[in-house]
């Protein structure tokens, strides 16, 4: 459920609407993508991300998936690796 808006996030800060590269602004626009990407379903809104409905958010909502699944993994094989007692 983390990886909608945690893609929508990482679209927002590497395709940002603004051409300037001013970071608050783009931090700003990433949490806007961050809550209206599960919203659209893994599309971009029309008017932000200039683009027609052939651009897909669903690559960066992929790797965000594997990044916390293998987040997730690291995490308990480390804890399993631990000497318990």
Same mark, same amino acid.
Not at 62 to 72: D, E, H, K
């Given at each position: 459920?983390?990886?909608?808006?945690?893609?929508g996030f990482i679209f927002g800060l590497l395709? @940002?609407?603004?051409?300037? +590269?001013?970071?608050?602004?783009?931090?700003f626009y990433a949490c806007m993508m961050a $809550?209206?990407?599960p919203l659209h379903a893994g599309f971009p809104?029309?008017?932000?991300?200039?683009?027609?409905? @052939?651009?897909?958010?669903? +690559?960066?909502?992929?790797?965000?998936?594997?990044?916390?699944?293998?987040?997730? $993994?690291?995490?308990?094989?480390?804890?399993?690796?631990?000497?318990?007692?």
């Amino acid at each position: 459920m983390a990886a909608g808006p945690a893609g929508g996030f990482i679209f927002g800060l590497l395709n @940002a609407g603004d051409p300037d +590269p001013n970071p608050v602004g783009r931090f700003f626009y990433a949490c806007m993508m961050a $809550v209206q990407t599960p919203l659209h379903a893994g599309f971009p809104p029309r008017v932000e991300a200039q683009a027609d409905h @052939a651009f897909k958010v669903w +690559p960066h909502i992929a790797l965000s998936y594997v990044l916390i699944q293998g987040w997730f $993994v690291f995490r308990e094989v480390k804890r399993d690796r631990k000497p318990k007692g």
